[in-house]
Nanobody, 113 residues
Framework: QVQLVESGGGLVQPGGSLRLSCAAS????????MYWYRQAPGKERELVAG????????SVLDSVKGRFTISRDNAKNTMYLQMNSLKPEDTAVYYC??????WGQGTQVTVSS
């Protein structure tokens, strides 16, 4: 069964950090470029970051550059999103995606004092 499961979301104060994880199963994770998306209330889903299969190339949304880092561990079939210096505007449901394969169920990130 193809599956992506996100974890690591929660409530954090502005300036805080969280690390999201995306555990993959049922497909050859190491062959896929992977992505993190987010969707804030009342807004469209947006691409946050992407990482190639070997992790050799990464890209992130301009508004999170210098604060968010995407990484992966192919041996563990897991992708990560390290989020530092969080802001209230980062509040959203965060999803991981393997193109044409699967979406995760999402994990809620709330940044609030």
């Amino acid at each position: 069964q193809v599956q992506l499961v996100e974890s690591g979301g929660g409530l954090v104060q502005p300036g805080g950090s969280l690390r999201l994880s995306c555990a993959a199963s049922g497909f050859t994770f190491s062959r896929y470029t992977m992505y993190w998306y987010r969707q804030a209330p009342g807004k469209e889903r947006e691409l946050v970051a992407g990482i190639t299969s070997a992790g050799s190339s990464r890209s992130v949304l301009d508004s999170v550059k210098g604060r968010f880092t995407i990484s992966r561990d192919n041996a563990k079939n897991t992708m990560y999103l390290q989020m530092n210096s969080l802001k209230p505007e980062d509040t959203a449901v965060y999803y991981c995606n393997a193109p044409r394969v699967a979406w995760g169920q999402g994990t809620q990130v709330t940044v609030s004092s």
